[in-house]
Structures are given as C-alpha cells and as structure tokens.
C-alpha cells in the first residue's frame, strides 16, 4: 500500500520601504505654507520610508496658508516600485532649532524661486569680511548650507561661471558661483565683502548674416 500527504505553507513577503537620501542645510532658512497645504500631512518621518510613521493633523500646529515655517533638511525619496522621485523637506514653525521638527511633502510649501544663468564674470571678495560662502543659494529649494566664511577665501578675485537671482517675498538677491581650487561655492552679491567686477555676461551660439544699420558708427568695435 501507498499513502500520500500534502501540505501547504502561507508566506508574507517583506514590507519593501522607499528610500531617501538626505541633504542638511543651515536651520535659519525659510518657506510658507502653500495655497494647498491642506491636501498634504505632517509626519514625524518622511511617508512610506519606515515602519511606523507618524502623521499629525494640521489643527496641531495651526496650520494656515502662508504660515511661516523654517527648513533645515531636504529628502528625496525615491519609491521602491515606480522608481520615482519626490522632494521633502524637515520643517518647523518656531526659528528656535531645538523646536519640534516635521516632515512635509514639497509641494504642499512656498518655497523662494531661483533663477540662474551662465556667464563669466570676476568677483572681489574681502577677506576682511565675517560672511559666509554656500554649497548652493542660500534659502533656495535645495536648502543650503554654509561651507566657511568669507575670511577664509585669501584670494583677491575668483572667477564666476553662474549667476543666479533669488526672489523670496517679492525681495530680489543676486548670487555667483565661484570657483575656489577644484571646487564651486555660492556667495551673495548683497555681501559687503563681495563685489562684481566685471557684468556677468551670457553666450550662445549664432550663425548667420546680419547688415549694419544706420547708426553702426555711433558704437565701438570690441575684442
């Protein structure tokens, strides 16, 4: 005689977590809440990258549109099944840096825009000055975070290959890309210690024929 047996097993696959890679910047940096806020949440962690995250309901912390936050890390999240990437930023709503801090969807904030434009140009810098130079624009949606002090940088002029115009509130800032030895650091032209000398200038290439007005004589030739 034979006998059979049959058994059956159940299996849980693991919980895969998105990933996120993490940009610190300086704590005194800022944003608004957005027009629509309120369609996003307030987590203790950046959703969906661990177990156990924690959500808290806007009325907590009196949420309004244009309510002043601080910023001080950036998060991308990269989703673990579509591959897409997402923006977050750690804020919070007090300038003091030991406040409680929360993570909230990109989009859910007003951030400064930034506008930025290739040239060259060369730019002054007094080593006498306490300011700071910066990884990226300061207070830009890539957070920014200071490198050294203006003090430090003993050269008389560097050359610049961006320049970049910042608008937050309605206030405009002008700001240049520096290179220092290999590497490239922002630096704000409102500094006293910085100082353009020469206009920053954009090219692009161009073919073709044009004919010389009528004025051509009024202006100069230049190398």
């Known amino acids: 005689a034979s006998s059979s047996s049959s058994s059956s097993s159940s299996t849980t696959k693991p919980v895969v977590y998105d990933t996120a890679k993490y940009h610190g910047g300086d704590s005194g940096q800022t944003g608004r809440l957005g027009s629509k806020y309120a369609s ?10 661990r177990a156990s995250v924690k959500k808290t309901a806007w009325t907590k912390v009196g949420g309004t549109i244009d309510k002043p936050v601080y910023l001080d890390m950036r998060g991308v999240k990269q989703s673990a099944t579509t591959g897409k990437k997402t923006t977050w930023y750690r804020i919070r709503f007090s300038r003091s840096a030991t406040a409680k801090k929360y993570w909230v969807y990109g989009k859910a904030l007003t951030l400064p825009t930034v506008k930025y434009k290739k040239g060259a140009a060369t730019v002054k810098v007094d080593s006498a000055s306490s300011g700071y130079y910066y990884d990226h624009v300061y207070n830009s949606p890539y957070l920014a975070k200071a ?9 008389k002029s560097y050359a610049a290959d961006n320049q970049a115009t910042r608008t937050q509130d309605g206030i405009k800032s002008t700001w240049y890309r520096i290179k220092v030895g290999t590497k490239k650091y922002w630096v704000a032209a409102g500094e006293p210690a910085v100082s353009p000398q020469y206009a920053a200038v954009a090219y692009s290439a161009a073919t073709g024929t044009k004919k010389l007005s009528g004025k051509f004589s009024k202006y100069t030739l230049y190398n």
């Open 40 to 49: 996003y949440r307030l987590y203790n962690h950046i959703k969906g990258t």
């Open 147 to 155: 490198v050294g002090q203006l003090n430090q940088l003993t050269a």
